[in-house]
């Protein structure tokens, strides 16, 4: 079956653009989460939702960062006025239940900055 | 705040040989532990979780770990390394997950690239 699908799978901003990154989380997935993985590092919590609702966004590093789920299956991450130190890796993942421990990682979507 | 250590950044193993993958953790109450194996462009993939019980636990692809609280550890084992092990190794660490209707939200290492050799 499908996994979860995330794209554009590289994206180069130059500073100060707004970027969004999709995902598509396998159907029927409850919950959703965002990570941020930098070069040589392990993923970072950035927030979750639960259907369509936003139950934490405690990882997100500034209000540039914002993320929705509005129908509670397709997510978007957006990054206003992007700096450098945002260049990473963006992980989304998904779970079947809101009590699911085992979460199903995309691919990534890979940010440069320049 | 909870955290995961993975002290070797590199592992090499023959093929054949057995493989550990070492992960200790610091909470401050029950952990519930994780391994995720990452290969090169593809998105983590789980292999195996401790949440209670036997401090044994077995996973996806003949791989293993062994939950140790006095040592705070939570090892990766598997008995006979294939060169497709090969990849990257996070260990992950969640603190009461479902608290309050949140999620499982995970603390991973720095990860551990695996090289399995003929």
């Known amino acids: 079956g499908a996994g979860v699908s995330q794209s554009p799978r590289y994206k180069v901003a130059k500073r100060g653009q707004d970027v969004a990154l999709r995902c598509d989380p396998i159907?029927?997935?409850?919950?959703l989460f965002w990570y941020q993985q930098a070069l040589g590092q392990g993923p970072e919590f950035l927030t979750y939702f639960q259907n369509e609702a936003q139950l934490d966004k405690s990882g997100l590093p500034s209000d540039r960062f914002f993320a929705e789920r509005p129908e509670g299956s397709v997510s978007t991450l957006k990054i206003q006025r992007t700096q450098q130190e945002d260049s990473a890796v963006y992980l989304c993942?998904?779970?079947?239940?809101?009590?699911?421990?085992?979460?199903?990682f995309g691919p990534g979507t890979r940010l440069t900055v320049t | 705040a909870q955290s995961v250590a993975q002290p070797e950044d590199q592992v090499n193993v023959a093929e054949g040989n057995p493989l550990t993958v070492k992960c200790t953790y610091s909470v401050s109450g029950n952990p519930y532990l994780f391994w995720y194996v990452q290969y090169p462009n593809r998105g983590l993939q789980f292999l195996l979780k401790?949440?209670?019980?036997?401090?044994l636990v077995k996973g996806s692809y003949g791989f293993e770990a062994e939950f140790n609280k006095s040592q705070t550890s939570f090892h990766l084992k598997k008995p006979s390394a294939l060169v497709s092990d090969s990849a990257l190794y996070f260990c992950a660490v969640s603190l009461y997950p479902f608290l309050t209707g949140g999620g499982n939200k995970l603390t991973f290492g720095t990860g551990t690239q695996l090289k399995v050799e003929l």
């Open positions: 159907s029927g997935h409850v919950s």
């Open positions: 401790y949440i209670t019980g036997d401090n």
């Open positions: 993942a998904s779970s079947l239940k809101k009590t699911t421990y085992e979460q199903y």
